[in-house]
């Protein structure tokens, strides 16, 4: 039996300025050596497969649009659009509604 390889999305194929296709997920909670809990937020560019990391220290909706927002002050070109996937977490469709209309 011989499979056929699919085609990759366009969204990770067409060549991009890095981190602006991305993916979003977060993990945790991990304990912090002081002993709190906190997440973190992955983020990997779609086309370099580059990674960026922010801590959170909780999951709420209010934490994940900051880190977000940090990390598109840090790592995309300005006036450029982003886009990001993520998975259906609660989490990240508050954010969707609230921060990003």
């Given at each position: 039996?011989?499979?056929?390889?699919?085609?990759?999305?366009?969204?990770?194929?067409?060549?991009?300025?890095?981190?602006?296709?991305?993916?979003?997920?977060?993990?945790?909670?991990?304990?912090?050596?002081?002993?709190?809990?906190?997440?973190?937020?992955?983020?990997?560019?779609?086309?370099?497969?580059?990674?960026?990391?922010?801590?959170?220290?909780?999951?709420?909706?209010?934490?994940?649009?900051?880190?977000?927002?940090?990390?598109?002050?840090?790592?995309?070109?300005?006036g450029s659009t982003v886009?990001?996937?993520?998975?259906?977490?609660?989490?990240?469709?508050?954010?969707?509604?609230?921060?990003?209309?």
């Amino acid at each position: 039996y011989t499979a056929e390889e699919s085609q990759l999305p366009a969204l990770r194929s067409t060549p991009a300025q890095p981190f602006t296709r991305v993916g979003v997920d977060t993990l945790g909670p991990i304990r912090l050596s002081d002993g709190t809990k906190s997440w973190v937020m992955l983020i990997t560019c779609a086309v370099t497969r580059a990674v960026h990391l922010e801590l959170c220290r909780n999951g709420s909706a209010t934490e994940i649009t900051l880190r977000l927002r940090s990390f598109l002050a840090l790592r995309t070109p300005p006036g450029s659009t982003v886009t990001v996937v993520s998975d259906n977490a609660r989490s990240f469709k508050q954010v969707s509604r609230q921060a990003f209309p």
